[in-house]
């Protein structure tokens, strides 16, 4: 017999555990919560790849549903139009079907947001530290709420804001330097871990 590798093993694993994560959400979401430039969108697909749940990303249904880029909404109409529609879109998403949800930077900000994810599914808080995030996201040109004269007091006064509110998601993990593929496997350990406690005290079934 050939020697099993350590990859084999990883795989075995994760289908494992992953079975544990589906039976345990029994139809629900996850929904990924963290500022912009943590990784939603990239972990958020790979995870959908281990656990064969679908991934969407909101601010492209919202893009979609408005016909509209999202800096194309903040230049027009403004930060609370958007939200206004990113509340109705993620609304309508945890109301479909299953799925691996990214949110936005400022969704979880929401109450309302907050109490629908919770009643549809599980959150997740993916953190970074500012030097991390300004590395990534000055990559990209599309955060309207980084176009000031100053994008890291930005980003870090967005941080201090914000992160009280993401630390009451389900589950949190740290995105660091590392590949998509290392933190999705550590999410999968740390949603078998934490799903079955989670569902019981929701009575999902």
Request: aromatic share 4%; charged share 30%.
């Amino acid at each position: 017999m050939n020697a099993v590798t350590n990859q084999e093993i990883n795989r075995a694993v994760i289908a494992d555990r992953s079975s544990t994560i589906r039976r345990a959400l029994a139809g629900h979401s996850i929904v990924l919560v963290g500022i912009m430039g943590v990784g939603k969108s990239t972990i958020g697909k790979r995870l959908s790849q281990y656990l064969d749940i679908t991934f969407v990303d909101a601010d492209k249904e919202i893009e979609k549903a408005a016909g509209m880029t999202v800096q194309d909404i903040f230049d027009q109409f403004g930060e609370r139009a958007f939200r206004d529609g990113e509340q109705k879109v993620i609304k309508r998403l945890m109301g479909e079907s299953q799925c691996i949800l990214a949110t936005g930077g400022g969704a979880f900000m929401n109450d309302g947001i907050r109490e629908d994810v919770k009643e549809g599914g599980v959150s997740v808080w993916l953190d970074a530290n500012l030097d991390i995030l300004m590395k990534r996201v000055q990559r990209r040109s599309d955060r309207p709420l980084l176009k000031t004269e100053d994008p890291e007091a930005t980003m870090k006064a967005l941080l201090d804001e914000r992160n009280p509110v993401y630390a009451l998601a389900d589950v949190k993990i740290e995105s660091r330097t590392v590949s998509r593929d290392v933190i999705a496997a550590e999410l999968v350990d740390l949603l078998a871990d934490a799903l079955p406690a989670l569902a019981e005290e929701r009575g999902w079934k």
